[in-house]
Protein backbone atom coordinates (compact mmCIF):
# COMPACT_ATOMS: atom_id res chain seq x y z
CA UNK A 1 0.00 0.00 0.00
CA UNK A 2 1.05 3.71 -0.12
CA UNK A 3 3.32 5.35 2.27
CA UNK A 4 2.85 8.89 3.79
CA UNK A 5 2.83 11.55 0.79
CA UNK A 6 3.76 15.01 1.11
CA UNK A 7 3.50 17.87 -1.55
CA UNK A 8 4.94 19.73 -2.75
CA UNK A 9 8.35 18.06 -2.49
CA UNK A 10 9.94 21.70 -2.16
CA UNK A 11 9.09 24.88 -1.63
CA UNK A 12 10.86 28.08 -2.06
CA UNK A 13 8.81 31.41 -1.27
CA UNK A 14 9.60 34.57 -0.74
CA UNK A 15 9.46 36.41 2.96
CA UNK A 16 6.77 37.43 3.99
CA UNK A 17 4.16 35.18 2.00
CA UNK A 18 2.13 32.10 2.86
CA UNK A 19 2.74 28.88 2.47
CA UNK A 20 0.63 25.40 3.01
CA UNK A 21 2.24 22.28 3.19
CA UNK A 22 0.12 18.93 2.65
CA UNK A 23 0.10 15.54 3.87
CA UNK A 24 -1.89 12.42 2.95
CA UNK A 25 -1.54 9.72 5.55
CA UNK A 26 -1.33 5.88 5.10
CA UNK A 27 -5.24 5.59 4.65
CA UNK A 28 -6.74 4.00 7.76
CA UNK A 29 -4.44 5.46 10.44
CA UNK A 30 -6.17 7.82 12.95
CA UNK A 31 -3.17 9.74 14.42
CA UNK A 32 -1.20 11.90 12.01
CA UNK A 33 1.71 14.33 13.22
CA UNK A 34 3.97 17.09 11.80
CA UNK A 35 7.28 17.85 12.89
CA UNK A 36 10.43 20.17 11.46
CA UNK A 37 14.29 19.36 10.95
CA UNK A 38 16.32 22.52 10.70
CA UNK A 39 19.62 22.48 11.44
CA UNK A 40 19.81 24.32 14.27
CA UNK A 41 17.54 22.80 15.81
CA UNK A 42 17.02 18.79 15.03
CA UNK A 43 13.86 17.19 14.83
CA UNK A 44 11.04 19.48 16.54
CA UNK A 45 7.55 18.23 17.04
CA UNK A 46 5.11 20.53 15.62
CA UNK A 47 1.25 19.19 16.00
CA UNK A 48 -0.57 16.13 16.40
CA UNK A 49 -4.14 14.92 15.50
CA UNK A 50 -5.91 11.88 16.84
CA UNK A 51 -9.34 11.29 15.52
CA UNK A 52 -11.98 13.58 16.52
CA UNK A 53 -10.04 15.11 19.22
CA UNK A 54 -8.27 18.24 19.54
CA UNK A 55 -5.39 18.60 18.65
CA UNK A 56 -1.96 18.77 20.38
CA UNK A 57 -0.30 22.05 19.38
CA UNK A 58 1.72 22.65 21.94
CA UNK A 59 4.86 22.62 19.28
CA UNK A 60 3.91 24.96 17.03
CA UNK A 61 6.43 27.65 17.23
CA UNK A 62 4.39 31.03 16.58
CA UNK A 63 0.90 31.72 16.00
CA UNK A 64 2.29 32.06 12.45
CA UNK A 65 1.72 28.29 12.26
CA UNK A 66 -1.27 26.54 12.13
CA UNK A 67 -2.67 23.27 10.62
CA UNK A 68 -6.11 21.10 10.36
CA UNK A 69 -6.79 17.99 9.39
CA UNK A 70 -10.28 17.01 7.17
CA UNK A 71 -12.10 14.13 7.70
CA UNK A 72 -9.60 13.10 9.55
CA UNK A 73 -7.80 12.47 6.50
CA UNK A 74 -5.47 14.78 4.89
CA UNK A 75 -3.60 17.72 6.50
CA UNK A 76 -2.75 21.13 5.90
CA UNK A 77 0.06 23.11 7.57
CA UNK A 78 0.03 26.36 6.70
CA UNK A 79 2.89 29.38 7.76
CA UNK A 80 1.77 32.77 7.28
CA UNK A 81 4.20 35.80 6.82
CA UNK A 82 7.20 32.79 6.60
CA UNK A 83 10.14 34.41 7.74
CA UNK A 84 13.54 32.93 6.94
CA UNK A 85 14.06 30.90 9.93
CA UNK A 86 11.15 29.41 9.04
CA UNK A 87 13.23 27.24 6.52
CA UNK A 88 13.73 23.94 7.37
CA UNK A 89 12.25 20.28 5.95
CA UNK A 90 9.02 19.34 7.28
CA UNK A 91 7.90 16.23 7.93
CA UNK A 92 4.62 14.44 8.31
CA UNK A 93 3.99 11.05 9.65
CA UNK A 94 1.04 9.14 10.72
CA UNK A 95 0.29 5.94 12.98
CA UNK A 96 -2.42 3.65 13.58
CA UNK A 97 -3.95 1.97 16.98
CA UNK A 98 -2.29 -1.32 18.18
CA UNK A 99 -4.68 -4.50 19.30
CA UNK A 100 -3.85 -3.45 22.39
CA UNK A 101 -5.01 0.22 21.99
CA UNK A 102 -2.21 1.76 21.78
CA UNK A 103 -0.94 3.98 19.14
CA UNK A 104 1.83 2.46 16.46
CA UNK A 105 4.86 3.36 15.07
CA UNK A 106 5.31 6.18 13.05
CA UNK A 107 5.79 6.23 9.60
CA UNK A 108 7.40 9.05 8.13
CA UNK A 109 6.64 10.81 4.40
CA UNK A 110 9.82 12.15 2.63
CA UNK A 111 9.12 15.90 3.72
CA UNK A 112 8.63 19.29 2.08
CA UNK A 113 11.70 21.13 1.83
CA UNK A 114 10.92 24.91 2.30
CA UNK A 115 13.27 27.61 1.55
CA UNK A 116 12.57 31.49 2.39
CA UNK A 117 14.29 33.52 0.16
CA UNK B 1 9.96 14.91 30.40
CA UNK B 2 11.44 12.39 28.32
CA UNK B 3 14.17 13.18 25.94
CA UNK B 4 17.39 11.52 24.33
CA UNK B 5 21.34 12.26 24.11
CA UNK B 6 22.98 11.12 21.11
CA UNK B 7 26.91 10.68 22.12
CA UNK B 8 28.94 11.43 18.69
CA UNK B 9 27.09 13.35 15.85
CA UNK B 10 30.05 11.76 13.97
CA UNK B 11 30.55 8.48 13.93
CA UNK B 12 33.28 6.84 10.79
CA UNK B 13 33.48 2.89 10.31
CA UNK B 14 35.60 0.83 7.84
CA UNK B 15 32.99 -1.55 5.79
CA UNK B 16 33.11 -4.75 7.74
CA UNK B 17 33.67 -3.33 11.43
CA UNK B 18 31.32 -3.00 13.66
CA UNK B 19 28.74 -0.33 14.42
CA UNK B 20 28.37 1.42 17.55
CA UNK B 21 25.55 4.63 18.35
CA UNK B 22 24.73 5.36 21.37
CA UNK B 23 21.83 6.48 22.85
CA UNK B 24 20.66 7.36 26.47
CA UNK B 25 17.63 8.45 27.74
CA UNK B 26 15.45 10.59 29.92
CA UNK B 27 11.86 9.46 31.27
CA UNK B 28 9.87 9.32 34.35
CA UNK B 29 7.81 6.74 33.01
CA UNK B 30 8.80 3.20 31.32
CA UNK B 31 10.16 4.11 28.25
CA UNK B 32 8.93 3.58 24.30
CA UNK B 33 12.58 3.93 22.37
CA UNK B 34 13.16 4.06 18.77
CA UNK B 35 15.78 3.78 16.34
CA UNK B 36 15.36 6.01 12.76
CA UNK B 37 17.49 5.92 9.75
CA UNK B 38 17.30 8.73 7.15
CA UNK B 39 18.99 8.42 3.85
CA UNK B 40 19.99 11.75 1.76
CA UNK B 41 16.83 13.77 0.57
CA UNK B 42 14.35 10.88 2.55
CA UNK B 43 12.19 10.84 5.12
CA UNK B 44 12.40 8.61 8.39
CA UNK B 45 12.41 4.84 8.19
CA UNK B 46 11.87 2.62 11.49
CA UNK B 47 14.98 0.20 12.10
CA UNK B 48 13.48 -1.27 15.20
CA UNK B 49 11.59 -0.59 18.79
CA UNK B 50 11.68 -1.34 22.29
CA UNK B 51 7.95 -1.09 23.80
CA UNK B 52 8.91 -3.34 27.16
CA UNK B 53 9.00 -7.02 25.74
CA UNK B 54 12.81 -8.17 25.14
CA UNK B 55 15.46 -6.04 26.03
CA UNK B 56 17.25 -6.88 23.02
CA UNK B 57 15.55 -6.14 20.09
CA UNK B 58 16.26 -6.87 16.56
CA UNK B 59 15.29 -4.73 13.38
CA UNK B 60 15.95 -4.47 10.21
CA UNK B 61 19.15 -4.56 7.75
CA UNK B 62 21.05 -6.03 10.72
CA UNK B 63 20.58 -3.82 13.81
CA UNK B 64 19.95 -4.58 16.66
CA UNK B 65 19.72 -2.81 20.07
CA UNK B 66 20.18 -3.92 23.85
CA UNK B 67 17.99 -1.56 26.57
CA UNK B 68 19.60 -1.64 29.68
CA UNK B 69 17.62 0.40 32.17
CA UNK B 70 20.80 0.49 34.97
CA UNK B 71 22.50 2.16 32.66
CA UNK B 72 19.19 4.07 30.81
CA UNK B 73 21.14 3.29 27.36
CA UNK B 74 19.55 2.17 24.33
CA UNK B 75 22.89 1.58 22.01
CA UNK B 76 22.33 0.51 18.17
CA UNK B 77 24.74 -1.92 16.79
CA UNK B 78 25.82 -3.93 13.87
CA UNK B 79 28.40 -6.69 13.53
CA UNK B 80 29.69 -5.79 10.21
CA UNK B 81 28.88 -2.59 8.51
CA UNK B 82 28.13 -2.16 5.21
CA UNK B 83 28.16 0.89 2.55
CA UNK B 84 24.52 1.15 2.35
CA UNK B 85 24.43 1.91 5.72
CA UNK B 86 25.91 5.24 5.48
CA UNK B 87 23.00 7.88 6.61
CA UNK B 88 21.87 9.59 9.53
CA UNK B 89 20.49 7.75 12.13
CA UNK B 90 18.11 9.32 15.15
CA UNK B 91 17.20 7.84 18.58
CA UNK B 92 14.19 8.53 20.01
CA UNK B 93 11.71 8.18 23.03
CA UNK B 94 7.85 8.56 23.08
CA UNK B 95 6.86 11.65 24.65
CA UNK B 96 3.48 12.88 26.02
CA UNK B 97 0.68 12.52 23.91
CA UNK B 98 2.55 10.58 21.85
CA UNK B 99 4.69 12.67 20.23
CA UNK B 100 8.31 11.55 19.43
CA UNK B 101 10.83 13.25 21.34
CA UNK B 102 14.41 13.01 19.32
CA UNK B 103 17.96 13.22 19.86
CA UNK B 104 20.25 15.28 17.39
CA UNK B 105 20.88 12.49 15.47
CA UNK B 106 23.97 10.76 14.13
CA UNK B 107 25.79 10.44 10.84
CA UNK B 108 27.30 7.89 10.00
CA UNK B 109 30.36 7.57 7.40
CA UNK B 110 31.78 4.16 6.10
CA UNK B 111 34.71 3.79 4.54
CA UNK B 112 35.96 1.46 2.23
Known amino acids: GAGVSQSPSNKVTEKGKDVELRCDPI?????LYWYRQSLGQGLEFLIY????????KSGLPSDRFSAERTGGSVSTLTIQRTQQEDSAVYLC???????????????FGPGTRLTVT | AQSVTQLGSHVSVSEGALVLLRCNYS??????LFWYVQYPNQGLQLLLK??????LVKGINGFEAEFKKSETSFHLTKPSAHMSDAAEYFC??????????FGQGTRLTINP
Open chain 1, 93 to 107: ASSSLSLAGSLDEQY
Open chain 1, 27 to 31: SGHTA
Open chain 1, 49 to 56: FQGNSAPD
Open chain 2, 27 to 32: SSVPPY
Open chain 2, 50 to 55: YTSAAT
Open chain 2, 92 to 101: AVRGGAQKLV
